[in-house]
């Protein structure tokens, strides 16, 4: 996403992290579908750090505008329109013979997780549109 956001650097973070809660489904359903292929490593995906530091105030330089005429710096949360987050193969302390490291019920505990999370996002979000629609269409109506 480039040029100027309509809402707050949160709700975009919001957005991120959904697309990336998206992206990790696939990747655990992927494991849990390749439990019996031999040699297959359990992938996941890390993506909590960049969304911290992207709404971490207290990190990072700011950009200044020293002039009128100059571009307004960026908001940190622009690391997100960029960064991609990690796809790691997970370290399972127990290898089936065959070489696999799915355990499904790891799997089954992060897809839950995972669902979970999602699911509280989409709500949060949810109420975030209600509070703007009220804003729109009653808010000034007094």
């Known amino acids: 996403m480039s040029g100027p956001r309509l809402f707050s650097d949160t709700m975009y973070a919001f957005e991120r992290s959904l697309d990336f809660r998206s992206m990790r489904h696939n990747i655990v359903t992927t494991n849990i579908a390749n439990a019996d292929t031999p040699g297959f490593k359990s992938k996941d995906i890390r993506f909590e750090s960049l969304l911290q530091r992207a709404l971490d105030k207290d990190r990072g330089i700011a950009l200044a505008r020293t002039h009128v005429n100059h571009i307004e710096g960026g908001s940190r949360v622009d690391i997100l329109t ?29 897809l839950t997780e995972n669902s979970l999370l999602y699911q509280s996002e989409t709500d949060v979000l949810a109420r975030l549109f209600s509070g703007l629609r009220y804003a729109v269409t009653e808010g000034g109506s007094i």
Not at 95 to 104: H, K, P
Request: aromatic share 4%; no cysteine.
């Open 82 to 110: 960029t960064a991609e987050p990690d796809i790691v193969k997970t370290e399972s302390p127990i290898a089936s013979f065959d070489g696999n490291t799915v355990s499904v019920d790891t799997e089954m505990h992060k």
